[in-house]
């Protein structure tokens, strides 16, 4: 029986990990990296898959990295790409999942941080996309601006985020709206440019063209 994306999810060992690290990051100052933001990139990563017409196995693929992508924070920050794709292994090869799917996952999983990421595969491909786009204000633990460092800024002004596929002219566009009064647009540059960087990678490695759009100005 091949491990699907629900018994994943329904799996009290990875709820833990994620719960734990979500409260190691808040303890470091890092914005939510709990089932809101895992959750996201598990859909929003098999979501791209879809329209793009790859297997129902690929976007079930990059379903669980997109849950599991962030466990190895629970070990420690540093390097966390890396241990999480170690714990995935053991994980899904405990529960039974095909050495096919255990690669694809961890391939993913060892290749979605900022320094090392890579689209080395459709489904690293897609995580990518899903995981650096993912800028909203929820995302913020503290509600205080006073509080606020230049990530929690950037998160907060962010009004609306919407990630849209263009199949016809494959194309792929971030459009974001900033409240200018919590942060320049210069800002959001200043954190994520790497990142946005990257999501081009990782669209030219899907055969599409990364464009960013904010408040209504394609900047990328």
Do not use: W
């Amino acid at each position: 029986m091949e491990i699907t994306y629900d018994m994943v999810r329904r799996s009290e060992e990875i709820r833990t990990y994620i719960i734990q690290a979500d409260q190691s990051l808040s303890a470091l100052g890092f914005t939510e990296h709990s089932f809101a933001h895992v959750t996201r990139c598990a859909q929003l990563a098999a979501h791209i898959l879809e329209q793009l017409g790859y297997s129902r196995d690929e976007q079930e693929l990059a379903r669980i990295a997109g849950y599991m992508h962030d466990i190895g924070n629970v070990v420690n920050r540093h390097d966390h790409a890396q241990t999480g794709a170690v714990m995935a292994f053991r994980i899904l090869d405990k529960m039974g999942m095909s050495p096919s799917g255990v690669a694809a996952v961890i391939t993913a999983i060892g290749h979605h941080d900022d320094s090392t990421a890579f689209p080395v595969n459709p489904v690293a491909a897609a995580l990518i996309l899903a995981d650096k786009t993912d800028v909203r204000r929820s995302r913020v633990r503290s509600k205080d601006p006073r509080d606020f460092d230049i990530h929690d800024r950037v998160n907060y002004a962010a009004e609306r985020s919407q990630l849209t596929l263009d199949g016809g002219i494959h194309t792929l566009t971030l459009s974001l709206s900033i409240n200018t009064e919590f942060c320049a647009v210069m800002d959001y540059f200043e954190i994520f440019l790497e990142r946005m960087l990257l999501c081009r990678r990782a669209a030219e490695y899907l055969k599409l063209t990364f464009k960013l759009e904010i408040n209504g100005l394609t900047l990328l």
